[in-house]
């Protein structure tokens, strides 16, 4: 199933009936993707989506009687962590989590929770993940994917899409697409996600897309190196002109005391054997420079 | 958000931890007076320090000693109006000159790549910590307090014999513990103690005693947080932000200024970033970053365009959309009624992809707005543009 969703995916959307909820449960379920349950509490035995999907008070409900082992929180923020470890804790085996500004603290209390149910979480304040022509989990515009066998891995939401369109356009698919969020504290990492792909029989190469801040794509290219040498990669980073000690939007991305810059982290994957673009629209070529035939 | 030093220090003292008294001055007057009360208790000397968000104010100048009420006065009136790396000095705080015996290192800080809160503690005080991280990794000692459970007291005492604070263990572990404690009741990223010191003071006999005290204090709030903190939000320092940085903070829209003279609007911070960064390549210079958030509604829209322009370097602009959740067609419409209402002329390029595209080409061309295909395109007939203007200007 390439990675996180496929076929497999049966999904649970927490907080079907708000309105954000709703909008991408359709466009989830008009992609393809299989939404067993939708979850708000007081709306038990009710049905969402035009009486398509069963509507439970709970997210053990959705678990025992739908049969849902994947989820995705379109909860607000206030009780997104609530429901992140809702999910965990009621046997889901993948969570998604789209809202941003969570407290970060609450973020760090709802990672313990979830490593220790042994289930695994993305984001928050992450674009979900798709798997072309299966399954969309997350708020990824569908129709920029194309099927194939390069694996994408992004902290950003638009800038993913921006690297997906440049690849589809030339004719290179995807298996996965996975936003992993911005935020300073989150379930996966570039690192986590390399391994899974590392892993999965059907991806055949890499596109990770970083951003200055932090050093989670050094960690996930030196891993890399040693456990993905033959595997055809390319990076990008965002943030090369970036001033020092500004933050750029997302909580992760700033600069200081001269780590996290974008020289660092492109010498870090060049030194990896990641081939590192100026421009989004330079990866497609890149990756075949690097041996990708796919 | 960061908060001063003085405000940091009430954080620590509503924990009950140690910190000497201080009082904020915003004229020499006022600092004499706080002077004066704290020399005729009976201390030598007091220490003025600038209030100031940036690092950095003890080189600058912004910290002086001063021995006398006049001196206090002199010395306040030099520093109040000082510009320290771009913020103008607007109040300072007084206090006793600590008699200091030695200084340590110690911060609460939230680590990303253990997902911990990590206290690091260092016998090597008052010197720039990162240094020391760089130069003598072995001199920086660390404890991971469980999310769950807090630092446990007894990782604490492991940090404080590290430290070399053995003879102040009660106090010291009382401090080391005040800090997570500061964290987590404040939602803070950041608790530092720089110096955490072992002072000398006159007993209650009239001897000398020593005595460990939190002297400076740095304390950085989660943003995400400051909505369940309704006092924490009233720390923001108003005096240092900029009127652009508080409209793009109350409009949701996360701006920074920068030096060139092509306006960004992008949605998204890593296309935001990317967008700045193939401006550069390109030969132009990006005025500001801006990421105009989700949704991207046009009041959102025109928000952004008036920010961008109150810039006066600004001589193009360019739009980059990439449609997700935010909707081609919207800010399309937001673009145009903003330009209609702008107070100056500056050319535009226009790229909107993704959702409702075709409708927002649309809305564009009838308003004879230059559109753009590609993200490289868009970047060169906006640098194209703006030499074009700043050419016709000259």
Redesign the interface.
């Known amino acids: 199933m390439s990675i996180l969703v496929g076929r497999e995916t049966r999904l649970v959307v927490q907080g079907i009936t708000g309105r954000?909820g709703e909008f991408h449960a359709r466009a989830m379920q008009a992609y393809g993707t299989n939404i067993v349950a939708g979850v708000t509490p007081g709306k038990g035995g009710s049905m969402a989506l035009d009486g398509t999907v069963p509507v439970y008070d709970t997210v053990a409900e959705a678990v025992a009687q739908a049969g849902a082992n994947t989820s995705i929180i379109f909860v607000p923020?206030?009780g997104a962590t609530d429901a992140v470890m809702e999910a965990a804790l009621s046997g889901i085996a993948t969570i998604f989590c789209i809202a941003?500004?969570?407290?970060?603290?609450?973020m760090?209390?709802a990672?313990?929770v979830v490593r220790r149910a042994g289930a695994t979480l993305v984001g928050p304040n992450c674009?979900g993940a798709t798997t072309p022509g299966q399954a969309k989990v997350g708020?990824?515009?569908g129709s920029?994917h194309l099927p194939g066998r390069v694996g994408v891995v992004?902290?950003?939401?638009?800038?993913?899409?921006?690297a997906v369109?440049a690849m589809t356009d030339a004719g290179l698919g995807q298996s996965t697409c996975l936003g992993i969020g911005?935020d300073?504290?989150i379930g996966t990492t570039h690192l986590d996600a390399l391994k899974l792909f590392a892993a999965d029989p059907d991806t055949d190469a890499i596109v990770m897309?970083g951003?200055?801040g932090?050093?989670?794509e050094e960690?996930a290219a030196a891993w890399a190196a040693e456990h993905m040498a033959h595997m055809p990669k390319v990076a990008?980073i965002?943030?090369?002109?970036?001033?020092e000690g500004?933050r750029?939007?997302?909580?992760?991305?700033i600069i200081s005391?001269g780590s996290g810059t974008a020289a660092s982290k492109t010498a870090a994957l060049e030194a990896a054997g990641f081939r590192v673009a100026?421009?989004?629209?330079q990866l497609p070529k890149l990756l075949r420079e690097a041996g990708y035939k796919g | 958000m960061k908060i001063q030093e003085s405000d940091a220090k009430s954080l620590l003292l509503a924990r009950g931890l140690p910190v000497p008294a201080w009082t904020v001055a915003r004229t020499p007057a006022a600092a004499r007076q706080a002077a004066e009360a704290i020399l005729a208790g009976g201390e030598d000397k007091v220490v003025i320090k600038a209030l100031v968000l940036v690092g950095g104010r003890g080189k600058a100048g912004g910290v002086k000693l001063a021995g006398s009420a006049d001196e206090a006065e002199q010395v306040a009136d030099a520093i109040l109006g000082m510009n320290i790396k771009g913020i103008t000095v607007q109040k300072v705080l007084v206090a006793a000159a600590a008699d200091i015996v030695k200084e340590f290192y110690l911060a609460a800080v939230?680590d990303?790549?253990s997902?911990?809160?990590i206290l690091m503690g260092s016998a090597e005080g008052g010197m720039d910590i990162?240094e020391v991280a760089a130069t003598r990794p072995e001199a920086i000692i660390r404890e991971a307090a469980?999310?769950?459970l807090g630092l446990l007291p007894w990782q604490a005492r492991r940090l404080v014999f590290g430290m070399g604070l053995g003879a102040h263990l009660k106090d010291a572990v009382r401090i080391a513990t005040g800090l997570v404690e500061t964290?987590?009741v404040n939602?803070a990223?950041l608790v530092e103690i720089n110096p955490l010191a072992i002072i000398r003071e006159a007993g209650p006999d009239g001897s000398p005693v020593e005595r460990l005290v939190c002297l400076d204090a740095k304390v950085t709030l989660?943003?995400?947080?400051l909505?369940?903190h309704p006092d924490l939000a009233g720390m923001r320092d108003l005096d240092e932000e900029d009127p652009t940085d508080r409209i793009a903070r109350e409009q949701g829209i996360?701006f920074?200024k920068?030096d060139g003279n092509i306006g960004c609007m992008?949605?998204?911070?890593?296309?935001?970033?990317?967008t700045?960064?193939?401006v550069?390549?390109a030969g132009g210079a990006?005025a500001n970053?801006l990421?105009i958030g989700?949704g991207a509604r046009s009041d959102k829209v025109a928000a952004a365009m008036a920010l961008i322009l109150s810039d006066p370097k600004v001589e193009a602009i360019l739009v980059n959309i990439?449609?997700?959740?935010a909707r081609g067609d919207e800010v399309a419409r937001g673009l145009v009624e903003a330009r209609k209402e702008q107070a100056r002329s500056v050319p535009m390029v226009v790229r909107i992809?993704?959702?409702n595209a075709e409708a927002a080409a649309q809305i564009l061309q009838a308003e004879k707005v230059a559109t753009a295909a590609?993200?490289?395109e868009a970047v060169s007939m906006a640098v194209a543009a703006a030499r074009a203007s700043a050419g016709g200007a000259a």
Request: charged share 20%; aromatic share 4%; hydrophobic share 40%.
């Open positions: 954000e923020a206030a941003e500004h969570i407290p970060a603290l609450d760090l209390k990672v313990e674009p708020i990824i515009p920029i992004s902290r950003s939401g638009t800038l993913t899409y921006e369109q911005g300073p504290i897309i951003e200055i932090g050093t989670a960690e990008f965002a943030g090369r002109t970036a001033p500004k750029m939007g997302h909580a992760g991305a005391g100026l421009s989004p629209t | 939230l990303r790549k997902q911990r809160i990162e469980h999310p769950h964290m987590l939602d990223d989660d943003d995400s947080a909505g369940r996360s920074i920068l992008v949605n998204g911070a890593g296309l935001a970033m990317t700045m960064d193939l550069k390549q990006p970053f990421d989700g990439f449609g997700g959740i992809v993704g959702t590609s993200l490289d």
